[in-house]
């Protein structure tokens, strides 16, 4: 085969990728997938999504099982499957409960990538796994862990903090200091789980907010807004309880 040949075969073939990734982008969002909408089970849960509608930015607080991320993951989703924001951003402190970023193998975005499967799953579940996996690869889905978050900065996107109870306030301020125009951020975390030594970025946040009555909902879930199942909430009772 010559090579004018072979340079005209390898055009085609990209061309025709292009095509299929095209044709699998837009039918994973406009005919496979039209998920109903998000229904909260609690007035809680009501009052966060309302929050998510009205405002840019929401502080949501609360023990785990209450679907503070999985409604953020879930509203993100959905306003990337209507071309309403153009990129999902997913980070959240480096501060395990267990083995630390080191222990795993790969690059920083794949090591970072078992803290953001909750989250993950959540947008696979509403776009497809296929549709995740081109929004990853063209870099419409980002995972940031706050290692290489310093110069960044993000515009028309949905910018989900998780876990933001092990931020510290300089993590904090750095993360708030990021984000640009037409977008949403989700600072999402559980007091009563903070693995710092130190004081806690999110409370400082919510200090903030209160002390100087800055425009920012926050949404305070309670063990009575558990959903993920009452053994869940036997032992974030049990727990509670006993003050550990």
């Given at each position: 085969m010559s090579k004018r040949h072979d340079k005209q075969r390898r055009k085609t073939h990209r061309s025709f990728e292009s095509a299929r990734i095209i044709e699998l982008h837009g039918s994973k969002y406009e005919s496979e997938r039209s998920p109903?909408?998000?229904r909260p089970l609690n007035p809680t849960q009501s009052d966060y999504?309302?929050?998510?509608?009205?405002?840019?930015?929401?502080?949501?607080l609360g023990p785990a099982g209450t679907g503070k991320t999985w409604i953020a993951?879930?509203?993100?989703?959905?306003?990337?499957?209507?071309?309403?924001?153009?990129?999902?951003?997913?980070?959240?402190?480096?501060?395990?409960?267990?083995?630390?970023?080191?222990?795993f193998p790969g690059t920083m975005e794949e090591k970072f990538?078992?803290?953001?499967?909750?989250?993950?799953?959540?947008?696979?579940?509403?776009?497809?796994?296929?549709?995740?996996?081109?929004?990853?690869?063209?870099?419409?889905?980002e995972l940031v862990p706050f290692e290489v978050m310093r110069g960044r900065s993000w515009k028309s996107a949905f910018i989900l903090l998780d876990e933001a109870q092990n931020?510290?306030?300089?993590?904090?301020?750095?993360?708030?200091?990021?984000?640009?125009e037409d977008s949403t951020i989700?600072?999402?975390?559980?007091?009563?789980?903070?693995?710092?030594?130190?004081?806690?970025?999110?409370?400082?946040?919510?200090?903030?907010?209160?002390?100087?009555?800055?425009?920012?909902?926050v949404i305070e879930f309670t063990l009575n807004d558990i959903v993920r199942s009452g053994i869940c909430e036997?032992?974030?009772?049990?727990?509670?309880?006993?003050?550990?």
């Open positions: 109903p909408p998000i999504l309302d929050a998510l509608k009205t405002s840019p930015q929401v502080v949501v993951a879930t509203y993100a989703a959905d306003l990337y499957r209507q071309r309403r924001i153009d990129k999902i951003i997913l980070t959240r402190p480096n501060v395990p409960c267990g083995r630390s970023l080191g222990y990538a078992p803290w953001a499967e909750p989250v993950i799953q959540a947008i696979k579940e509403r776009i497809g796994a296929g549709a995740y996996d081109i929004a990853l690869k063209n870099g419409d889905i931020a510290t306030p300089a993590e904090m301020k750095t993360f708030l200091t990021r984000i640009g989700v600072i999402n975390g559980d007091v009563s789980q903070c693995d710092l030594r130190e004081s806690s970025g999110l409370r400082t946040v919510v200090h903030l907010i209160k002390s100087q009555m800055l425009p920012v909902p036997m032992w974030v009772r049990a727990f509670e309880e006993a003050r550990l």
